[in-house]
């Protein structure tokens, strides 16, 4: 009897785990046995892994054949075992060396002739496979872009399973080192904001969302400019740090959309799904072990729901979740996995079914235009930080008019985003020891905690509490806006006016706000 074994990544969602793949070679008719879960594709790999050794030039061994991945008990998913399934059969057939593959996990499929083809969720394997502790890895040579961003290991790409062989019998020439520079990259130039007429109310209520990671709800006509705003906000975020652009294109490797030309991201994701989109789309689903969904996408960046009144209403809900916790965990009969969300979501709706150009010109009944509002739930409504409604534009700007007015002359995303980096430096600094990154993250209770208000600031929060005009987490959403408001100006706390302002972006679009003003008001407040 002959034994070996080889080492590759099983993954469970960003989670990976090392799967030791032992190869049997005993007496009786010639067949081979896969056991330890596997699903369809890793079933058919029988088939793909013995056409591939013999049309490389190898001996399949024509007895019986029993592979057994380890740990049994975790579900194996895919074909990227194909290449390691392979060199453990030659193994324990003595056509390899077995200490060759003691300290390197292989990934990779194989076609029929041999070639090792990429496969999804290379990248999210290899930085599981670092955590582990495993110091050397073969991967596909067409996922040598996304596998070179995992530092700390040595990465080896393969084109041939006969390359991999040569290499484990001692030709260190026939694989090529694989080394990325593992920087952010892509974050060139970006739609501007100025190029929105108008909308000052909305263009304060993006700066606040992009300044402490807020969620936003915008009402308007048709053309007011909500999805220009949406697109706008990316450029208004910091580029992402090595870590958290890891993290987008781990999730985007596992969703196999993964840019070769943009492996490591350095602007936010921007992800804006058709409000058809199912809820396994949205959140993630799938058969088996779940694949990410929009949510996830967005990870470190804006998730956008144009028409969100057009949605779904199950599928919102399905929102709560992700919102407050910033993952999305996903339980199948094959076990529950786990992907990051932690996305600003931006959401834009028409004000009523017909959505003139003016209020006025509103053909809707009291009843049509509630029965629409209402398929954004009050829950699902109190986890919005910032609602805004928008005007039509009424006068557009032409070059080479003679302007006076300041808001023709709108803020350009240069000047805004440099407000935002210094009101995000100032909450990362402050809830540094926390690990909080913005305002939108702190809990209620530590806000509050963090300093006393002045005595007339925490009076209009009670007030709006002793009314019913708001609800306890609805109160900690405005706190968390009142603190970015006062960054925003280089305050060391809130004050009633940073109060006031925060409350009437958190209410006055679900009050119904006739004129379309889409300002904060002290009055309100």
């Not at 050397?136 to 996922?143: D, L």
């Not at 990465?155 to 041939?160: D, F, K, R, Y």
């Not at 407000?419 to 530590?446: F, I, Q």
């Not at 709006?464 to 305050?491: E, K, P």
């Amino acid at each position: 009897m002959a034994l070996a074994c080889a080492w590759s990544i099983g993954l469970r969602g960003v989670d990976g785990e090392v799967v030791e793949i032992e190869a049997d070679i005993g007496q009786g008719l010639p067949a081979v046995s896969l056991v330890g879960l596997p699903d369809a594709a890793l079933a058919e790999s029988r088939d793909r892994v013995r056409a591939a050794v013999v049309n490389s030039g190898e001996t399949w061994p024509a007895r019986r054949i029993t592979l057994a991945l380890s740990p049994a008990t975790l579900p194996k998913q895919g074909s990227g075992y194909d290449v390691a399934l392979a060199c453990s059969v030659l193994a324990a057939a003595k056509s390899v060396p077995v200490a060759a593959l003691r300290d390197v996990v292989l990934l990779g499929e194989l076609a029929l002739d041999g070639r090792v083809r990429a496969v999804r969720g290379v990248l999210p394997a290899l930085l599981a496979a670092r955590r582990l502790g495993v110091e050397r890895a073969i991967v596909p040579a067409g996922a040598a872009i996304e596998a070179g961003l995992v530092e700390g290991m040595e990465v080896l790409g393969a084109e041939h399973l006969a390359d991999v062989l040569a290499w484990l019998r001692g030709e260190r020439g026939r694989l090529l080192g694989v080394r990325a520079a593992a920087r952010p990259s892509g974050g060139g130039p970006r739609e501007d904001l100025a190029d929105v007429v108008g909308q000052q109310a909305a263009r304060r209520a993006v700066e606040v969302a992009a300044a402490g990671g807020h969620h936003l709800l915008m009402v308007g006509p048709p053309g007011s400019g909500k999805t220009m705003l949406a697109r706008r906000m990316t450029g208004l975020l910091p580029d992402l740090d090595v870590d958290a652009a890891l993290q987008v294109a781990a999730v985007r490797s596992l969703a196999g959309v993964i840019d070769p030309q943009e492996a490591l991201p350095a602007a936010p994701p921007f992800v804006a799904p058709h409000h058809s989109v199912s809820s396994a789309a949205l959140v993630g689903g799938g058969s088996g072990l779940a694949r990410p969904g929009a949510v996830s996408l967005a990870h470190r960046g804006v998730l956008f729901l144009d028409e969100i009144y057009e949605f779904g209403p199950h599928v919102l809900e399905m929102l709560r979740t992700p919102l407050e916790e910033g993952e999305v965990r996903l339980a199948r009969t094959d076990g529950v996995v786990r992907y990051p969300a932690r996305f600003q979501l931006v959401m834009a709706a028409n004000p009523c079914p017909c959505a003139p150009p003016r209020p006025t010109d509103c053909s809707c009944s009291s009843l049509e235009r509630r029965r629409y509002t209402n398929r954004l739930s009050g829950p699902m409504l109190d986890r919005v930080d910032l609602q805004v409604s928008l005007r039509a534009v009424e006068a557009l700007s032409w070059d080479g008019g003679d302007t006076e007015s300041i808001e023709e002359v709108p803020e350009d995303t240069a000047s805004v985003r440099a407000r935002v980096l210094a009101a995000r430096a100032a909450a990362r600094d402050r809830w540094r020891e926390a690990g909080w990154r913005t305002n939108a993250e702190v809990p209620g209770p530590e806000l509050r905690r963090r300093g006393r208000l002045p005595r007339d600031a925490g009076e209009v929060l009670e007030r709006q509490l002793r009314t019913g005009a708001m609800t306890a987490r609805g109160a900690d959403r405005a706190l968390r806006v009142a603190w970015t408001i006062a960054d925003l100006r280089g305050a060391v706390g809130p004050e009633r006016a940073d109060i006031v302002e925060a409350v009437g972006f958190k209410g006055f679009v679900s009050s119904g706000d006739p004129d379309g003003s889409g300002g904060p008001d002290e009055e309100a407040a």
